[in-house]
């Protein structure tokens, strides 16, 4: 959007204003009492945010425009990859990575209702969701811990005549055995979608290659939900080297269409109007073709910009994350004769979003809790726990034809009986982090 010098002036001076207003009024000053409430996780901005929404907001531009575009070439470029499509949460970036491998373009790849996708039961729901709303079959294994991972010596047992696809999170930030089921999923032909929300700027070795998670698989999924890794406040996105995965995941995200032109753009191939597409009359105009069954997923610029300016500031983001997990790895390795504590996986440096325990035969979860929570340090299940067990599932049949369990989920069981987890995101302190140690080792004390 072009720009007179006055305008540029004028922009200036009100983004100077609303800088004096955050340091003013909003940024808070250092230091930190026992008791003070220590969030499992926040936002973390500063002016820089503020002054790239307020462009936004003088743009008047409300859906998806010029700093969409810039976020998604920035991002692909910081992950890796060739594509990525913003949208408007992570949920909905799970939602349009498994659509999209239920276009017809794909062939005998195709996910059709009826087929299986492998998966955990210890997980965020919207990873799950989509199998199920689409008719697809989930297929549920149990985890390990302390990884806390989809257990992959169950991957051969789960696998069927109908098997499709492997879709899973990195749980935490802790990367899956991504050697193992990226080498299953290549031995068998099925599709891998990494739920990567948890785990922006985990890293893992694969085959002496350190890969971003969210980059392996063939479509990777990230949420900027205010306690992730980075914010828009509501946002998601989903990415790929496919160029015709990237294509559908567009025509998916905007409404179906089989048009490519972005929002407020025609006719960027010069053919609207001299194309011919399944029973429409020749020359229908292209921009209103729809090839899919889609939604309208697409985030506001608004959005947009603050995430500009807060992908500048991810690689402190999670060192920050690193640092803070192994702050108290270090202070609690003294708890674990009663708690379980998290271990990486081998081979990863993950970018954790939380850190998780879970307690000993004969201690009790629950009253730890209630101490840790009455001392202000927030904590949080790992999650559904056990998603089949949720009232979301009673009327969903597990008759095989619905969803299927391999063996015994005595993991996943024990995560929900017995696992817990406090946050690292930046905001936390040195002193937070140990006044959350000294309150977990007090609290196992009892």
Same mark, same amino acid.
């Given at each position: 959007?072009?720009?007179?010098?006055?305008?540029?002036?004028?922009?200036?001076?009100?983004?100077?204003?609303?800088?004096?207003?955050?340091?003013?009024?909003?940024?808070?000053?250092?230091?930190?009492?026992?008791?003070?409430?220590?969030?499992?996780?926040?936002?973390?901005?500063?002016?820089?945010?503020?002054?790239?929404?307020?462009?936004?907001?003088?743009?008047?531009?409300?859906?998806?425009?010029?700093?969409?575009?810039?976020?998604?070439?920035?991002?692909?470029?910081?992950?890796?990859?060739?594509?990525?499509?913003?949208?408007?949460?992570?949920?909905?970036?799970?939602?349009?990575?498994?659509?999209?491998?239920?276009?017809?373009?794909?062939?005998?790849?195709?996910?059709?209702?009826?087929?299986?996708?492998?998966?955990?039961?210890?997980?965020?729901?919207?990873?799950?969701?989509?199998?199920?709303?689409?008719?697809?079959?989930?297929?549920?294994?149990?985890?390990?811990?302390?990884?806390?991972?989809?257990?992959?010596?169950?991957?051969?047992?789960?696998?069927?005549?109908?098997?499709?696809?492997?879709?899973?999170?990195? !749980?935490?930030?802790? @990367?899956?055995?991504? /050697?193992?089921?990226? =080498?299953? $999923?290549?031995?068998? +032909?099925?599709? #891998?979608?990494?739920?990567?929300?948890?785990?922006?700027?985990?890293?893992?070795?694969?085959?002496?290659?350190?890969?971003?998670?969210?980059?392996?698989?063939?479509?990777?999924?990230? !949420?900027?939900?205010? @306690?992730?890794?980075? /914010?828009?406040?509501? =946002?998601? $996105?989903?990415?790929? +080297?496919?160029? #015709?995965?990237?294509?559908?995941?567009?025509?998916?995200?905007?409404?179906?269409?089989?048009?490519?032109?972005?929002?407020?753009?025609?006719?960027?191939?010069?053919?609207?109007?001299?194309?011919?597409?399944?029973?429409?009359?020749?020359?229908?105009?292209?921009?209103?073709?729809y090839s899919h069954f889609g939604y309208n997923l697409k985030v506001t610029d608004l959005q947009a910009a603050i995430g500009c300016e807060q992908l500048k500031k991810l690689p402190d983001f999670v060192a920050r994350r690193r640092h803070n997990w192994d702050q108290l790895r270090r202070n609690l390795d003294c708890t674990a004769d009663k708690l379980i504590l998290p271990e990486p996986e081998p081979h990863s440096c993950p970018s954790w979003f939380g850190f998780l325990m879970t307690v000993r035969e004969g201690v009790s979860r629950e009253r730890i809790v209630r101490y840790i929570e009455e001392k202000g340090i927030q904590t949080r299940m790992l999650f559904s726990g056990n998603l089949l067990k949720h009232p979301?599932?009673?009327?969903?049949?597990?008759?095989?034809?619905?969803?299927?369990?391999?063996?015994?989920?005595?993991?996943?069981?024990?995560?929900?009986?017995?696992?817990?987890?406090?946050?690292?995101?930046?905001?936390?302190?040195?002193?937070?982090?140990?006044?959350?140690?000294?309150?977990?080792?007090?609290?196992?004390?009892?």
């Amino acid at each position: 959007m072009p720009m007179w010098d006055n305008e540029k002036k004028a922009r200036q001076e009100i983004k100077n204003l609303v800088a004096s207003y955050y340091h003013k009024y909003i940024e808070k000053a250092e230091g930190f009492q026992p008791g003070d409430r220590i969030a499992y996780a926040g936002r973390v901005f500063d002016e820089s945010e503020m002054c790239g929404l307020t462009d936004a907001l003088l743009d008047f531009w409300l859906t998806s425009g010029r700093f969409a575009e810039r976020f998604e070439t920035e991002f692909a470029q910081w992950l890796g990859v060739r594509y990525a499509s913003l949208v408007n949460s992570g949920s909905s970036a799970n939602l349009i990575a498994f659509s999209a491998l239920t276009a017809p373009e794909l062939g005998e790849r195709q996910i059709c209702r009826g087929d299986e996708v492998i998966t955990v039961a210890a997980a965020f729901p919207t990873t799950v969701t989509p199998i199920l709303q689409y008719g697809a079959v989930p297929v549920f294994v149990d985890v390990t811990i302390p990884q806390y991972n989809i257990d992959v010596t169950k991957l051969e047992e789960a696998l069927s005549g109908k098997t499709k696809a492997v879709m899973i999170a990195h !749980s935490l930030g802790n @990367p899956f055995d991504l /050697t193992e089921v990226k =080498g299953f $999923c290549d031995r068998h +032909n099925l599709w #891998l979608i990494e739920d990567n929300c948890d785990a922006l700027g985990s890293v893992y070795k694969l085959n002496g290659d350190e890969r971003l998670t969210g980059t392996v698989g063939d479509i990777g999924t990230s !949420s900027f939900y205010p @306690p992730h890794h980075m /914010t828009m406040g509501e =946002g998601g $996105c989903v990415y790929t +080297n496919d160029p #015709l995965l990237h294509r559908l995941i567009r025509s998916y995200r905007d409404w179906g269409r089989d048009c490519m032109c972005p929002s407020g753009k025609d006719n960027l191939c010069g053919h609207r109007f001299d194309g011919q597409f399944g029973r429409l009359p020749k020359g229908y105009d292209h921009k209103f073709v729809y090839s899919h069954f889609g939604y309208n997923l697409k985030v506001t610029d608004l959005q947009a910009a603050i995430g500009c300016e807060q992908l500048k500031k991810l690689p402190d983001f999670v060192a920050r994350r690193r640092h803070n997990w192994d702050q108290l790895r270090r202070n609690l390795d003294c708890t674990a004769d009663k708690l379980i504590l998290p271990e990486p996986e081998p081979h990863s440096c993950p970018s954790w979003f939380g850190f998780l325990m879970t307690v000993r035969e004969g201690v009790s979860r629950e009253r730890i809790v209630r101490y840790i929570e009455e001392k202000g340090i927030q904590t949080r299940m790992l999650f559904s726990g056990n998603l089949l067990k949720h009232p979301c599932f009673d009327q969903v049949y597990g008759d095989g034809k619905t969803y299927r369990v391999v063996g015994e989920l005595e993991n996943t069981d024990r995560i929900l009986q017995d696992s817990f987890w406090v946050g690292v995101y930046p905001g936390i302190t040195d002193a937070e982090a140990d006044y959350m140690s000294e309150t977990i080792i007090q609290a196992v004390s009892q």
